[in-house]
């Protein structure tokens, strides 16, 4: 099954695509946003000390149980929990990707409308004209399906592909291409006018901010922004090589996933300044605020503010390629392998979920009213993953590790059987049994206003 499964061919390879996993839209339209309003540099610092107690053990836990079964996430948990439940967790995990997937390729959808908007020079106009533009496309019943399905299809056309020749080859050129584009963007944003003031927004510490509240957002933005509790990691690290260090990949990621967002900040900050905006969060600072400060922003060289916002939305559509691409991956790695059939007909499988999904979150933008428990069905879809299936993924997925895993095999499979130094083991492991499940439950209680 290893060998038919195949895997990454290189170390890059392999950093790049899981990076990949990580870095989406989030780190553009939330984490600037959490920085600016929760203390500036004092925030950072916050965040960083979460992923390093929190993330990157969750991610090693992931890593571990994938590598280990060499499967798809639902099988490895199976396997590795010995046939007395744990599957569960997998399957879990599987159809919250598969939920985030429908959801998330609207708001891709959006992405790529936008950047052919750009290149047609649709977006100009006041800040009035974009409002109505945004919200005439996204209550439209039809356009907003067309890019959605388009963005899916994409997806799938990667994903078909295989490890090696498609997600593996997709990733090297997708995510140095966003990483440029962003350098690009923030040196121009840098640039203009007033921009010190954006840049001391967001690097400025303000620790009379700082309470109970930020700590907690912070740990909510570590673990979601690396993707604990979808099974991405779990899925990718299926096809490492034993020969791959696991502390040392999940490391590089995070510090990829925090440069990207700090980055998003110096990109966006220093342009919203520079023209007196307060930037918000979510979609309306990519699809209505955004477009106006670009064109406010490098309005004495219109060209310049053309190529950018051009470049912007080039930007946005990769990092949610990277995103979709693992998240379809996770479906389809389950339905090939659960079903005996091929990559390609598992694909299409998780293709036509997604877009069903993602249609009916589409239409009730404004097209059609569709409602679950008082939200629009694409609120509906993002609040039940990101405030319970989410953490309970990654809660159960580090109790499952801490506890019920045998520390002789978690302990070979952290320490590559013996290859690498087990220094840091006995704090993964009190990390993964303590730090981390009592974060990720205080992050959950946390979303309902219990603490």
Known sequence: MAQD????????????????????????????????????AAFIIIYIVCVLMLGIPGMISEFIVGRHGASNAARAYQSFGKGKGWGVIGILVIITSTIILGFYAVVAGWCLQYLFAS???HLNGDAAFVLHYFKAFSSDPLKPIIWTVAFILLTHFVVIHGIRGGIEKASNLLMPTLFILLIVIV??????????KGIAFLFKPDFSKVDNKVFLEAMGQAFFSLSLGTACLCTYASYFSRQTNLWISATQIALIDTLIAILAGLMIFPAAFSVGVQPDSGPSLIFITLPNVFQQAFGNVPVLGYVI????????????????ISMHEIG???????????RKKGAWVVTIVA???????????????IEVLGKDFLDFCDYLTAQYLLPIGGFLTCIFVGWRLPQKVVKSEFTNWG??????????????????????AAIFMHQFGLI
Not at 309 to 324: D, K, N, Q
């Open 5 to 40: 499964r195949g895997n990454f061919g290189t170390k890059i390879g392999i950093i790049l695509a899981t990076a990949g996993s990580a870095v989406g839209l989030g780190n553009i339209w939330r984490f600037p946003y959490m920085t600016g309003q929760d203390g500036g």
């Open 355 to 369: 877009i069903v999904i993602g249609v009916f979150c589409s239409l009730s933008q404004g097209a059609v009213h």
């Open 119 to 121: 290149v047609f020079g």
């Open 332 to 342: 389809t790695a389950f339905f090939y392998e659960e079903l005996h059939t091929t």
């Open 419 to 440: 290859t690498v130094s087990g220094h840091l083991y006995p704090v993964f492991i009190f990390m993964v049994r303590f730090v981390c499940p009592i974060g990720i």
């Open 187 to 196: 040196v121009a944003s840098c640039l203009l006018p007033d921009a010190g």
């Open 309 to 324: 916002s051009i470049l912007f939305y080039a930007l946005l559509v990769l990092a949610a390629l990277t995103s979709t």
